[in-house]
């Protein structure tokens, strides 16, 4: 079966930390996104890749960086993380031509203390 | 730019009564529109496209939604619902070619045994 998995269900860390937030999936998708959920906002878009060592900017990526070194893992990192980050995070993958077709990750909820 | 609105947060039914969830849109050009659905603690998983053809479009677990260009419409439905049908519910939309999907606020529903 395919699959996406982030690194983390549950993860705290404290105003001012670098946090890494990792995502790999093995389905050989050549589209990786990264989103952040929040109640009565839905899902929007932070960043995503379409290649390796590409990356596009999404619809908040203030605060945000992303590394994809390999095709299958893409890394979400928060350069120095505040309470307003405090979020569910989702990862998705997607093949070549079949954006409709993402598959999602489980997520991680991150607490900015 | 596009954008999607789910009309209600919160959409509370029946076992055995229909489900009516809302989604309008914009684009400026036809667009490609989506239903997903997220269970407690796990990703998004994808309901139904639309993308050409047939503006009823059937999905997974007896859903459907229904195109509607001249009411800008993708309105979810399901003759009966179950309790297993207790989740949140997502519109998206993408234009063709576009990169990127657009999702909306989401609607979470509850079945009432």
């Known amino acids: 079966d395919v699959k996406v998995t982030q690194s983390s269900r549950y993860l705290v860390k404290r105003t001012g930390e670098k946090v890494f937030l990792e995502c790999v999936q093995d389905?050989?998708?050549?589209?990786m996104f990264w989103y952040r959920q929040d109640p009565g906002l839905g899902l929007r878009l932070i960043y995503f890749?379409?290649?390796?060592?590409?990356?596009e900017k999404g619809d908040i990526p203030e605060g945000y960086s992303v590394s994809r070194e390999k095709k299958e893992r893409f890394s979400l990192i928060l350069e120095s993380a505040s309470t307003n980050q405090t979020s569910m995070y989702l990862c998705?993958?997607?093949?070549?031509?079949?954006?409709?077709?993402?598959?999602f990750g489980d997520g991680t909820r991150l607490s900015i203390l | 730019a596009q954008s999607v609105t789910q009309l209600g947060s919160h959409v509370s039914v029946s076992e055995g009564a229909l489900v009516l969830l809302r989604c309008n849109y914009s684009?400026?050009?036809?667009?490609?529109l989506f239903w997903y659905v997220q269970y407690p603690n796990q990703g998004l998983q994808l309901l139904l496209k639309?993308?050409?053809?047939?503006?009823l479009v059937k999905g997974i677990n007896g859903f459907e939604a229904e195109f509607k260009k001249s009411e800008t419409s993708f309105h979810l439905t399901k003759p009966s619902a179950h309790m297993s049908d207790a989740a949140e519910y997502f519109c998206?939309?993408?234009?063709?070619?576009?990169?990127?999907?657009?999702f909306g606020q989401g609607t979470r529903l509850t079945i009432n045994p």
């Open positions: 684009s400026s050009v036809p667009p490609y």
């Open positions: 998206a939309v993408s234009d063709r070619g576009a990169q990127k999907l657009v």
């Open positions: 389905m050989d998708h050549e589209n």
């Open positions: 890749s379409y290649d390796v060592k590409m990356k």
């Open positions: 998705a993958s997607s093949a070549q031509g079949a954006l409709w077709a993402q598959h």
């Open positions: 639309y993308t050409t053809g047939a503006t």
